[in-house]
């Protein structure tokens, strides 16, 4: 696939740029510049000058698949069989001091007859995919990673992309060469990820409103202390007032203990505002939780009546494990029983390798003992628990196993997935603290959706798709989060 | 009236200034920090953390009475009888550099037979107002001035007001004792004025569209260079680019020779885009024509097919002098007919004086020569022309007059006016660069309005109230802009 960016001369790149400060401040597509001046000074959001060129077939199937994807999930969590159980409590053995703890907290859930359960639960997810270049250069998504807990940038992915669109609608991609851009057929689309996650929290609001025959109830956005990110939550909050007059109070886990209070009647309370709905933007890695009183917090916060958004449960269905099991064709049609839809979920997936003791896992293992730099450079070891910056690349992974773990029985606390073929973009920029990078980058491509299950009926009542989000870095940096400073926010152009 | 505004703990006021920078910086309620910092770098719009409280009353008196405003401007620029012409003739020779310079350019367009002309005018017109103690402690609001001419902040206001009904909804007002803001009767309203002009603005891109039967002409804003409230203009772009796909590009007026063509359709030309609209943000002060380059691109929109908004004679109906005049029920009367409506709007006028060779500026004049403090400390003295900073208070106007104009004759280039008698707030709080103002402050009350008039079938197609706003300054402080860095934008809250 050869695209043609905009060859624009400065003059021109001054306006972009330009226009793109002003866009970005008027709009909110902000974020704070570093964690020390978290005031009222921000910068606009790393952003590409143009929104990055996909082929609008492999974008359709990733958003078509949306759906089969959260029903994939939601039913590993109704599943009758205590399935996911077994698989965490087995991997909890070996990250004891996070997906363990989770997994403790969990137990001490189950086991709690003081309070009254909730048996619904809201998730939103985002599955992020890499287009992946075949042999015969074909192409196809492949699934990187299934997230159920706190998935970032669908506010801002809607900003960026009505700036993409503005901007593309407005003529400022437009060179003295003829590029893609100035091809009648390429769209530039704008994502409805911010109108839709609000949709969802109004929906599990909605949900436990009339459960409880309540009205007025709020939402607590649990977040990170010092957010650098904290716009792309904020937006979510104001559209919630905006449109359903539904507020939200933000705390950290550890403004739980003092702010937040439980009563008899297991409702959780905001001073007087019954809590009808937990959000999570935090809580996701062992650094959100520093202390006893945060596990505490979290724990306390689960068992309540409130909607979880989502459960500890839920959360630790988001593994890396769980998605390794998954693509084992025995046992996805386990959750899926429609043959088309789990056949197209295949599609999406790449091989992963357990480095456990079944005979899967002996294979992986000794693949990577024999430290064979061609075979292990199609790879990457990935440790089981949730967050970016811990994954190790290609010829990285023997020396680090070795170095790190010399018991290969704790390997089993990583998966070996085999590496997406995704081949850098050539021709866009990075607008960084108003400095341009004519980089090559890679492209992640993240889909939102939204499942409400219902434990008790072990139905499902409702499932959507909610938008969309590119995130591109650096092809040369392994690791690529916005908001930790190696990425942007991206938007794409389809053709 | 007392009002009581809250008192919130420190604790409350910490939370309150991270809510309204968050909130700001989300919606574009920004502005640029200074002129040097015109990058990509922006501070929170200096506000008010709360409302201020007006009597409901009184505020719907304003906007009520904005259409008939609207058509007594439309009605003196309709007239048959050459009035306005003549009158601003005769105050151009007062302020030659300014208004005589206008109307020069004026009879220039006039005069010019190259070009076709444009019958349709669009006006988008602010009248200012403040609130008025009488006598007996009852209250009215009393005009100030009408503008013509790029009115502002109709964006901020919407962004401002839709920021103080947040914080209020969500309880951010609640103090440890009992306020104003606790009452039910208390509403904290949104300002439509965003939407409203940019409803206005296509209007006439539609009326322009209709007439010469074209499609996806644009807006050409008329902006001043290094502008810090830049963002108030470009939301009012983003909308009418959001909502009706209108496109609008920016330029100074200097740049208006080399980047405009006009073709012998008497059309604009922004490249290949046709201008069906000028819209001015600049071009109301001397400080906008910098050299007679500037004059004659200003000519060179004039006579043009695009529909003005304003045209040069729209301006300079603006001019204090006009206001004086309609002021005098007789003069009044040839525009508005109607007996009821024109008694209304002398109740909102107050005594202005012309210091000219009529007896009633004889008489004005007599007055100032007293000297006399207790009289004069009723006064104003304005200049004719466009544009704050240039007023004259109380026991400064005698020394002003005598030391800068020593020849009575050229008086006349100012107009007398009855100082209003609007008593400051207390007990509203100005966050400004972080810092927060604990001062007693004046708030002028701005209600928008637009009218489209036909000059050939001297008909009013048009006229519409387009919301409102509320700027707020110290009230030591005798002028107050807030760009310019003494003053703050405000919402309002009715009783």
Same mark, same amino acid.
């Given at each position: 696939?050869?695209?043609?960016?905009?060859?624009?001369?400065?003059?021109?790149?001054?306006?972009?740029?330009?226009?793109?400060?002003?866009?970005?401040?008027?709009?909110?597509?902000?974020?704070?510049?570093?964690?020390?001046?978290?005031?009222?000074?921000?910068?606009?959001?790393?952003?590409?000058?143009?929104?990055?060129?996909?082929?609008?077939?492999?974008?359709?199937?990733?958003?078509?698949?949306?759906?089969?994807?959260?029903?994939?999930?939601?039913?590993?969590?109704?599943?009758?069989?205590?399935?996911?159980?077994?698989?965490?409590?087995?991997?909890?053995?070996?990250?004891?001091?996070?997906?363990?703890?989770?997994?403790?907290?969990?137990? =001490? *859930?189950?086991? @709690? /007859?003081?309070?009254?359960? #909730? &048996?619904?639960?809201?998730? %939103?997810?985002?599955?992020?995919?890499?287009?992946?270049?075949?042999?015969?250069?074909?192409?196809?998504?492949?699934?990187?990673?299934?997230?159920?807990?706190?998935?970032?940038?669908?506010?801002?992915?809607?900003?960026?992309?009505?700036?993409?669109?503005?901007?593309?609608?407005?003529?400022?991609?437009?060179?003295?060469?003829?590029?893609?851009?100035?091809?009648?057929?390429?769209?530039?689309?704008?994502?409805?990820?911010?109108?839709?996650?609000?949709?969802?929290? =109004? *929906?599990?609001? @909605? /949900?436990?409103?009339?459960? #409880? &025959?309540?009205?007025?109830? %709020?939402?607590?956005?649990?977040?990170?202390?010092?957010?650098?990110?904290?716009?792309?939550?904020?937006?979510?909050?104001?559209?919630?007032?905006?449109?359903?007059?539904?507020?939200?109070?933000?705390?950290?886990?550890?403004?739980?203990?003092?702010?937040?209070?439980?009563?008899?009647?297991?409702?959780?309370?905001?001073?007087?505002?019954?809590?009808?709905?937990?959000?999570?933007?935090?809580?996701?890695?062992?650094?959100?939780?520093?202390?006893?009183?945060?596990?505490?917090?979290?724990?306390?916060?689960?068992?309540?009546?409130?909607?979880?958004?989502?459960?500890?449960?839920?959360?630790?269905?988001?593994?890396?494990?769980?998605?390794?099991?998954?693509?084992?064709?025995?046992?996805?049609?386990?959750?899926?029983?429609?043959?088309?839809?789990?056949?197209?979920?295949?599609?999406?997936?790449?091989?992963?390798?357990?480095?456990?003791?079944?005979?899967?896992?002996?294979?992986?293992?000794?693949?990577?003992?024999?430290?064979?730099?061609?075979?292990?450079?199609?790879?990457?070891?990935?440790?089981?628990?949730?967050?970016?910056?811990?994954?190790?690349?290609?010829?990285?992974?023997?020396?680090?196993?070795?170095?790190?773990?010399?018991?290969?029985?704790?390997?089993?606390?990583?998966?070996?997935?085999?590496?997406?073929?995704?081949?850098?973009?050539?021709?866009?920029?990075?607008?960084?603290?108003?400095?341009?990078?004519?980089?090559?980058?890679?492209?992640?491509?993240?889909?939102?959706?939204?499942?409400?299950?219902?434990?008790?009926?072990?139905?499902?009542?409702?499932?959507?798709?909610?938008?969309?989000?590119?995130?591109?870095?650096?092809?040369?940096?392994?690791?690529?989060?916005?908001?930790?400073?190696?990425?942007?926010?991206?938007?794409?152009?389809?053709?």
């Amino acid at each position: 696939m050869t695209y043609i960016y905009p060859e624009l001369n400065s003059s021109q790149i001054n306006t972009l740029v330009n226009e793109i400060n002003h866009y970005s401040l008027s709009n909110g597509l902000v974020m704070y510049k570093d964690l020390e001046n978290l005031k009222n000074e921000t910068a606009v959001a790393p952003v590409t000058l143009y929104p990055t060129i996909l082929p609008k077939k492999s974008f359709e199937k990733a958003v078509a698949i949306q759906k089969a994807y959260n029903e994939l999930y939601a039913n590993i969590l109704l599943d009758n069989t205590n399935w996911l159980d077994t698989v965490i409590k087995s991997i909890s053995e070996f990250d004891a001091d996070f997906t363990g703890k989770l997994y403790e907290l969990y137990l =001490k *859930y189950q086991n @709690d /007859t003081t309070y009254k359960k #909730q &048996n619904k639960e809201l998730g %939103i997810f985002r599955n992020d995919f890499l287009l992946h270049e075949n042999k015969d250069k074909t192409y196809d998504l492949k699934e990187v990673e299934f997230n159920t807990i706190s998935v970032s940038f669908g506010a801002l992915s809607t900003k960026v992309s009505a700036l993409h669109s503005f901007l593309h609608e407005s003529g400022y991609y437009k060179g003295e060469v003829k590029s893609s851009f100035d091809e009648r057929n390429l769209e530039v689309p704008v994502s409805d990820s911010l109108a839709n996650i609000a949709s969802s929290i =109004k *929906y599990g609001v @909605d /949900t436990f409103e009339t459960q #409880q &025959n309540i009205k007025n109830t %709020i939402v607590l956005f649990v977040v990170q202390p010092n957010e650098r990110n904290v716009f792309d939550q904020r937006l979510i909050e104001y559209e919630l007032f905006n449109k359903y007059k539904i507020k939200a109070k933000r705390i950290t886990i550890d403004e739980v203990e003092g702010k937040i209070n439980k009563k008899q009647d297991s409702y959780l309370y905001y001073n007087d505002d019954v809590i009808s709905l937990v959000y999570f933007r935090s809580c996701y890695s062992p650094n959100d939780f520093q202390s006893e009183k945060s596990w505490n917090n979290r724990l306390f916060l689960e068992t309540s009546l409130a909607i979880k958004t989502p459960t500890l449960k839920m959360q630790l269905a988001g593994s890396k494990k769980i998605q390794q099991l998954v693509s084992s064709p025995e046992i996805l049609e386990k959750f899926i029983s429609d043959k088309e839809t789990s056949n197209n979920l295949l599609n999406t997936f790449v091989k992963i390798h357990p480095l456990d003791d079944s005979a899967e896992g002996k294979y992986a293992k000794e693949l990577i003992n024999q430290n064979d730099s061609k075979v292990l450079d199609n790879f990457v070891l990935k440790p089981q628990r949730e967050g970016g910056g811990n994954n190790i690349y290609k010829s990285d992974i023997y020396p680090f196993l070795k170095e790190n773990i010399p018991d290969e029985k704790e390997w089993a606390g990583y998966i070996l997935m085999e590496l997406i073929n995704a081949q850098p973009t050539k021709g866009n920029t990075i607008l960084r603290n108003n400095q341009l990078y004519n980089v090559d980058i890679l492209s992640e491509l993240g889909i939102f959706g939204t499942v409400l299950i219902d434990t008790d009926t072990k139905k499902i009542e409702y499932n959507s798709y909610d938008g969309w989000l590119l995130r591109s870095k650096l092809s040369d940096s392994n690791e690529g989060g916005v908001a930790a400073g190696f990425g942007c926010v991206d938007s794409i152009a389809l053709v």
